[in-house]
């Protein structure tokens, strides 16, 4: 073998391990609650959707209700406490 190939083949030996960990760093997903799902459906619901059983129009009116509480959350933003 050629000194330049060897070279090739040893800096990808060295290599590819590390590049196995390279998005070790990245967080995983926190996980969902059942409280917050419940949460979540019930804020939906105060925005206007029904959840049926047979839903015909299932993407347009869970969408239509999520972008209403996203507009009622820019429009009025969540208190926050202060310390006395």
């Given at each position: 073998m050629r000194p330049f190939s060897k070279f090739i083949v040893l800096a990808a030996?060295?290599?590819a391990p590390l590049m196995a960990f390279a998005q070790s760093d990245i967080a995983p997903p926190a996980p969902v609650t059942h409280?917050?799902?419940?949460?979540q459906l019930a804020t939906l619901e105060r925005a206007g959707y029904m959840?049926?059983?047979?839903?015909?129009?299932?993407?347009?009116?869970?969408?239509?209700?999520?972008?209403?509480?996203a507009r009622q959350q820019?429009?009025?933003?969540?208190?926050t406490a202060s310390a006395p």
């Open positions: 030996m060295v290599t409280a917050a799902v419940e949460a959840p049926r059983a047979k839903d015909h129009a299932y993407p347009a009116d869970v969408q239509a209700a999520e972008s209403k509480v820019i429009s009025s933003p969540t208190r």
